[in-house]
């Protein structure tokens, strides 16, 4: 008489099983724990902290900067030959290019509007409107510098 199915399997191969099944279980489990991980160590390289008043700093330097920034500009293009209403262009130009990259690094968008350069008796005047981004918020801040022509 041969044996049913129930008799034959081996008692011990059940928790041979079970024990196969709760190390694959705990295994996942420490995966898991080690993607989590990682996602969250990934997110330490991101060049801002999202919770910071970046677009606050970032305005009051661009405030505090502009002037001295764009005068510097203007005098080493003079300085390498150009006119004065051509170097004034020219620096708010590349002013411009550099806040976009410096915007990126802080984690703010930085753009320079309405750019302008005039001349008035021996008077430069450089104006723009800086609009400020972030995730959260804008800000737009109307800067001006003045320059003597010599």
Do not use: C
């Not at 008489?1 to 079970?18: C, F, I, N, T, V």
């Not at 002037?67 to 150009?82: D, F, K, Q, W």
């Not at 409107?129 to 003597?148: C, H, R, V, Y």
Request: charged share 25%.
């Amino acid at each position: 008489m041969r044996k049913s199915a129930l008799e034959r399997r081996d008692p011990h191969s059940s928790e041979s099983a079970q024990m196969l099944l709760a190390a694959g279980m705990v295994l996942l489990m420490s995966l898991l724990s080690m993607a989590v991980y990682g996602v969250k160590l990934a997110g330490l390289g991101s060049p801002h902290d999202s919770t910071d008043d970046a677009l606050i700093d970032v305005g009051g330097e661009l405030q505090r900067d502009f002037a001295p920034l764009i005068e510097e500009r203007v005098r080493e293009r003079v300085e390498a030959g150009m006119s004065w209403m051509d170097a004034a262009d020219s620096a708010l130009a590349a002013v411009h290019d550099d806040l976009l990259h410096h915007g990126e690094i802080r984690g703010v968008e930085i753009k320079l509007l309405d750019m302008q350069a005039t001349n008035n008796s021996g008077t430069l005047t450089l104006s723009a409107q800086a609009g400020l981004s972030d995730s959260k918020a804008m800000l737009e801040i109307p800067l001006s510098a003045e320059i003597s022509i010599e």
